[in-house]
């Protein structure tokens, strides 16, 4: 009997392995060519999707993937190549009440502190997954070609849902982390791509609908 546990829990675990590399794989190959990691190199678009995380890490330092892709954002702004920002992220986490901690206006905050006018900027605060905050560029935010910024791996992923969608978004790489200081997020990344893969393929959907928003015509938020 143990022995039958011990084989069903090794070919379980190869079994997971495998098809976490092959949507790895998947997932890459749909991107290829479309990420710009030099600002000079970026395609030119109306608008840029910043992907959100959270300010701070839990220990109350500065979160680097945060600090790293406002940097990235402002300087596409600064360089012409975007003449809008989405900032697209949650307001709850880790079971703290909305108010506490709310992704887009920190996102918001730290880009009017590197220059950019805060009516180029608009919230998406239903940025609950990468999905949603993909889909809702189109579908709220009306638009067609975006520049996604965030971290490559994650721009990989949203570029993934983003084509498997209709969508020809283009992305920006922003700065990496050190290696260590991602061994977390890169673990659960294996994850992501995997459940990315079976949403292209059900053709999943935001989960918050609303309003369309014409950017540069109703006030930022």
Do not use: C
């Not at 990691?37 to 840029?48: I, L």
């Not at 294996?190 to 609303?210: K, T």
């Amino acid at each position: 009997m143990l022995r039958k546990i011990v084989r069903f829990v090794m070919f379980a675990s190869l079994a997971f392995v495998l098809a976490g590399a092959g949507a790895w794989l998947w997932v890459e190959r749909g991107a290829q060519g479309h990420i710009a990691s030099a600002v000079k190199d970026a395609e030119p678009a109306k608008a840029g999707i910043v992907l959100g995380t959270s300010r701070l890490v839990r220990s109350g330092r500065s979160n680097l993937y945060f600090s790293h892709r406002i940097e990235a954002a402002a300087a596409l702004f600064h360089a012409g190549k975007v003449e809008y920002l989405i900032v697209s992220g949650n307001q709850q986490n880790g079971g703290r009440k909305q108010g506490d901690y709310d992704e887009p206006a920190d996102m918001r905050d730290a880009l009017v502190a590197k220059g950019v006018p805060a009516d180029r900027i608009y919230r998406d605060r239903a940025g609950f997954r990468t999905l949603d905050s993909v889909l809702r560029a189109k579908s709220i935010f009306g638009q067609d070609k975006a520049i996604i910024v965030s971290q490559n791996f994650h721009v990989v992923r949203a570029l993934y849902l983003a084509r498997a969608n209709g969508l020809a978004f283009s992305g920006f790489a922003a700065r990496d982390v050190p290696e260590l200081y991602g061994v977390q997020v890169q673990a659960r990344e294996f994850v992501a791509r995997m459940g990315a893969v079976v949403d292209g393929l059900i053709g999943r959907r935001a989960r918050v609908g609303g309003p369309m928003i014409a950017l540069g015509r109703e006030g930022a938020g």
